[in-house]
Structures are given as C-alpha cells and as structure tokens.
C-alpha cells in the first residue's frame, strides 16, 4: 500500500459535535482527497487539496471544512456532525504526470456513525 | 465536465465462469478511464487503467478492459472468475488536461461469485 493513514479508524458521535478525521501521507504527493463513500452512491468527493493551503471544494462541501498546513496531512471536519453524514470516509493522494495519468492511491477509511 | 454510469449495481456469476462489468461515460474532452477494485472492508486498489496508446489493457490478476470511444464504454471483463474476486468494482473517469485533477466515480458494481 502506498504510505497513506486514517484516524481514526471507527468513529461514534452524538449529532451536534464537531468531528475531525486526520490523513497522513509519507509520499510527498501534491493532491489530497476526502471522499465518502455510501450504498447507491459510490465515491463521492468532498474536498481535495492541490498544495498547502491550497484546498478547493468537491461535489458534496456543504457541513465540512477541511485545511492543510503541512505536506504530509489533510484534515477533515464536521464542525456539527449530522446522521446524514453518517458514511465511510477514504483518504486518497495522487499526483499528475504523463505517466500516471492521475492515479489516486487511497486510505484503508474512517467509518462515522453519527447517532 | 465527467460523468460515469455503471448500470449493474451487482453482478452474480458462478465461479470459474466468464464476467463483464459494464461501463460508459460521458465527456466533452479526451479522458483517462480507471477501473478500481474494494475488498470488504478495505479501501479501493487500482485494477488497471486506459491513458492513451492501446485500448485494451490488462491488469495481473487476468482482467482485461477495452476503451470504446464510438460507444463511450470501458468494460471490465474476466474470462474465468475466482471465488477472490469476489469484491465492488468502480469504474472512474478523469478528463485529460484539466487542472483540478479530479477523478469522477460510478456508483459501483458489486461482483458476487457463487462456489
């Protein structure tokens, strides 16, 4: 697996509580990603970051934030997590070249369950 | 802008028989086709990719999928399955040349083999 961590793992929180998920790469790419994953859906992306600092919204932003002051990490959070945002969330980096044609290698997820 | 469709949510065949996961997609501009595999409870692997050159490419593990730009399809195909194949399959489409690097995902077909 390319060097890509989630934290945590499993998640249970209350509705109304501010979440944070953490991904941590060691492989130097540029391009980070939050994606959730939900039946009938497939992947769906969230926000994505280009460089630090740099981040820009995906097709489902609305209720979440996300920053990158480092490299090698690209946070996630629900300022106040609602049971619609109950899913499985993956981590993905990736990097442009010709060769690679932006081939995303992706985290092992975060599972939240919002009650 | 890209857009994926993969009209079998999920696929059942016996084991050691043939298998085709059906793909098309939608798009103004060139693309780069992905075909990803999911394990339970794993995150999403790269099975094989199209960027340009020959449209048909292999993965290792015996599937094959074909780029069909008159019928905008990327089909997966296997001649024999595995009870290990048994996984979610997407399918994901990039456009060449755009600068947010972003990969659009199909909803997934989940391959259930039967001993």
């Known amino acids: 697996d390319a060097g890509i961590t989630q934290s945590p793992r499993h998640k249970v929180t209350e509705t109304g509580t501010p979440v944070t998920l953490r991904c941590h790469q060691t492989?130097?790419?540029?391009?980070m990603y939050w994606y959730r994953q939900d039946p009938g859906h497939g992947l769906r992306l969230i926000h994505y970051s280009y460089g630090v600092k740099d981040t820009d919204k995906g097709e489902v932003s609305d209720g979440y934030s996300v920053s990158r002051s480092k490299t090698e990490d690209f946070l996630l959070t629900l300022e106040s997590a609602t049971s619609s945002q109950t899913s499985v969330y993956f981590c993905a980096i990736g990097s442009v070249s010709g060769t690679s044609g932006d081939e995303q290698f992706f985290g092992p997820g975060t599972r939240l369950t919002v009650l | 802008a890209q857009s994926v469709t993969q009209l079998d949510s999920q696929v059942p065949v016996f084991e050691e028989a043939p298998v085709e996961l059906r793909c098309n997609y939608s798009s103004s501009v060139s693309v780069y086709l992905f075909w990803y595999v999911q394990y339970p409870n794993q995150g999403l692997q790269l099975l094989l990719k199209?960027?340009?050159?020959?449209?048909l490419v292999k993965s290792i593990n015996g599937f094959e999928a074909e780029f069909n730009k008159s019928q905008t399809s990327f089909h997966l195909r296997k001649p024999s399955v595995h009870i290990s194949d048994t996984a979610e399959y997407f399918c994901a489409v990039r456009g060449v040349g755009g600068a947010t690097n972003k990969l659009i995902f199909g909803t997934g077909t989940l391959l259930a083999i039967q001993p």
């Open positions: 199209y960027l340009s050159g020959s449209t």
């Open positions: 492989e130097n790419h540029r391009y």
